[in-house]
């Protein structure tokens, strides 16, 4: 019997269990907002001293999620010992991944956008071009066949963005229920349920990050800016981003709880 992921009953199933997985956990959600408000802060400062006090911060924003997630993670799972130095690794591992893949496909894409600006003919860019020179070229490039090419390419690349990082849904939950860096060795698990858990992600990380992300420019638009102001808007942001935080960790959990090989094992053998 082939292990199956039901959709919608994982969608309502970590919408639930989100609602619950932030409260025994404020404690670091809070911190994970004041160091990113901290963070905006420093981004602000004249000075060689700057860069050096952004780092600081963005190191403590980094491992105040990390414990912030491995609280999510044993809320949802139970307590489990260690997993904070694990789990760190894995989502670094993750991190310089992506960065990997976004170093190759942003090039690409610019080079992309370039030749079909030149083949369209309407605007002639050179290296000396501006900002606005560009920006005229692709707004005009867009609305036409070479501006669809285009698109269609962005789109190929955020779908194979995409479908790596549904690939890996389940190693964050692996890594802290087995107390070992879990990244490629889950990838496996996960074969044939991309579809599946791509409409869940969609529901559980789509829609809230997309509010998230809306109600952030709103704020933007109100917030002075001064540097109380740029506080209040990173920590602010990173408070709007809970709830995509919350049911993402519960959609992993539960396509952890279905896909882990022993899972799939007692599948097999029904």
């Not at 479908?163 to 060795?185: C, E, N």
């Not at 995509?244 to 599948?267: D, S, W």
Request: hydrophobic share 60%.
């Amino acid at each position: 019997m082939t292990t199956r992921i039901p959709a919608r009953t994982l969608m309502l199933e970590s919408w639930r269990q989100s609602l619950g997985v932030l409260v025994p956990n404020w404690p670091w959600a809070v911190l994970f907002a004041l160091a990113g408000g901290a963070y905006s802060v420093s981004l602000h400062w004249p000075g060689t001293a700057a860069f050096w006090a952004s780092l600081v911060l963005a190191i403590a924003a980094f491992l105040a999620g990390v414990q912030l997630s491995r609280g999510m993670y044993q809320t949802l799972l139970g307590p489990r010992p260690g997993g904070f130095l694990a789990l760190a690794h894995a989502n670094l591992a993750v991190y310089f991944f992506f960065f990997v893949l976004i170093v190759f496909i942003g090039p690409f894409l610019n080079l992309l956008q370039g030749i079909l600006i030149q083949a369209k003919g309407t605007f002639v860019l050179d290296k000396d071009s501006g900002a606005e020179q560009v920006l005229a070229a692709t707004a005009d490039l867009l609305p036409s066949m070479y501006g669809a090419a285009f698109v269609l390419a962005c789109l190929a690349a955020f779908g194979g963005l995409a479908w790596f990082a549904l690939r890996l849904t389940t190693m964050g939950a692996a890594t802290v229920d087995r107390g070992t860096a879990h990244v490629f060795r889950t990838f496996g698990w996960t074969k044939g349920h991309v579809a599946k858990l791509g409409l869940v992600a969609a529901a559980t990380h789509l829609v809230p990050f997309a509010l998230g992300f809306a109600a952030n420019l709103a704020l933007r638009s109100v917030v002075a800016d001064t540097p109380a102001g740029v506080f209040i808007e990173g920590a602010a942001g990173i408070l709007l981003f809970l709830p995509f935080l919350a049911a993402g960790h519960a959609m992993a959990v539960g396509a952890y709880r279905r896909l882990k090989p022993e899972q799939a094992a007692g599948a097999m053998a029904d």
